[in-house]
């Protein structure tokens, strides 16, 4: 789960460089307006279920190997459309992804084991004059920082617990490719393909001491999680009519591929899962 999506200008964060840089909060997040699935760590599975449809997808193939299987929550249902800003570019659902919240910090991975706090330098709140500092008097991390460095923190925490359960479904075999196709009244379609879904054919074959392991580690219920959250397609489906009717869209599906970590979205026409 490396991909950045939403970050323009990476930098590290450097005392010296960012010695007066403050932080001054955003009523937007438009920042966030061209992202149509967003990453998802394993914790979040309960809160995502209720508003969105969680899908699996694998990132680019490695030296011929498959690629890493990652998780998403769908906010559109075709490249650079989030559905769930609202015209002002306020988040229009109650639970806001961590990915979303964590921005515009982030850790970089420089080495086994080794991370540094980096900030994107485009973000709009940050600037000289207004707002709360990043660095105390003495140089060292002030209150805003401090809280971005502990979400930071927990959320590469829930990174690598997710990538474990990730790895464990990977090799229990219970992922079948999926397409989501939305009808809308205008006769049009959007089609979701390059998923991974939960196969409940197989779920349901799983050995009893393999799924009482499942169901005691909690991981049972984030395959449940995910399988009643691909209801929220009709979700997307409602929000994206508006839109359609309003004249205020006029693309449907995408024929362009998606980058090779994201779900992408087509005009073929295959065998579907249909909201």
């Not at 840089?21 to 914790?43: E, I, M, S, W």
């Not at 660095?135 to 060292?140: I, K, L, N, Q, Y």
């Not at 929000?239 to 998606?258: E, V, W």
């Amino acid at each position: 789960m490396t991909t950045l999506l939403i970050y323009q200008n990476t930098v590290t964060l450097d005392r010296e460089r960012h010695r007066h840089l403050k932080l001054k909060g955003q009523d937007t997040l438009r920042f966030a307006a061209a992202v149509h699935a967003v990453p998802l760590v394993a914790v979040e599975f309960a809160e995502a279920a209720r508003e969105y449809p969680i899908v699996f997808a694998r990132g680019a193939a490695v030296d011929d190997k498959p690629g890493e299987l990652l998780c998403y929550a769908l906010t559109g249902l075709h490249e650079g459309e989030n559905l769930y800003l609202d015209a002002a570019g306020r988040w229009a659902a109650q639970y806001v992804p961590a990915f979303i919240r964590r921005y515009p910090f982030v850790f970089a991975e420089t080495g086994p084991d080794q991370l540094r706090v980096c900030i994107d330098e485009s973000y709009a709140g940050f600037n000289d004059a207004e707002g709360e500092p990043l660095f105390d008097e003495a140089g060292e991390p002030a209150a805003a920082l401090k809280n971005a460095l502990d979400l930071l923190t927990d959320y590469q925490r829930q990174v690598q617990l997710t990538s474990a359960f990730l790895k464990k479904l990977d090799a229990a075999n219970l992922l079948m490719q999926s397409e989501l196709r939305a009808d809308f009244p205008d006769g049009r379609n959007a089609l979701v393909q390059g998923l991974l879904v939960v196969d409940e054919a197989k779920l349901k074959q799983i050995p009893v001491a393999a799924l009482q392991e499942w169901l005691a580690s909690g991981e049972l219920g984030l395959l449940y999680a995910h399988l009643l959250s691909l209801g929220n397609l009709k979700q997307l489906v409602q929000r994206m009519a508006p839109l359609i009717a309003a004249g205020a869209t006029t693309t449907i599906s995408a024929t362009d591929p998606a980058p090779a970590t994201t779900p992408a979205v087509h005009d073929k026409k295959r065998k579907t899962a249909k909201a």
